[in-house]
């Protein structure tokens, strides 16, 4: 047996990508506790870089206030079957061309 196991979780709240809410596990001992936990798809990212640079995008991040954010090429993992390496090329294709 792991140390803990996941023995419930409950959605407290629901986004077009990610959710949030409770979990609970259980330890090897028997005692048990919950946690905030949030739930994502995951993500890929690349860097990028040739001979001269390291290739960056701009990304507005309005939750924390950012109208430009330098972000390395990334994306979720949201297209069925796709690998993350896949993902990532992806990304960079539409993100720096």
Do not use: C, N
Not at 31 to 51: F, L, Q, Y
């Amino acid at each position: 047996m792991s140390q803990f196991e996941s023995i419930g979780a409950e959605t407290k709240w629901g986004g077009a990508f990610i959710r949030a809410g409770l979990e609970r596990f259980r330890y090897a001992d028997g005692a048990e506790v919950t946690r905030d936990k949030v739930w994502h798809p995951g993500a890929a990212g690349i860097i990028a870089v040739d001979d001269e640079r390291l290739w960056l995008t701009r990304q507005p991040r309005e939750a924390v206030g950012e109208p430009a954010s330098l972000e390395i090429p990334a994306g979720k993992l949201d297209v069925e079957g796709e690998p993350p390496l896949a993902t990532a090329k992806r990304e960079l294709a539409e993100e720096i061309g």
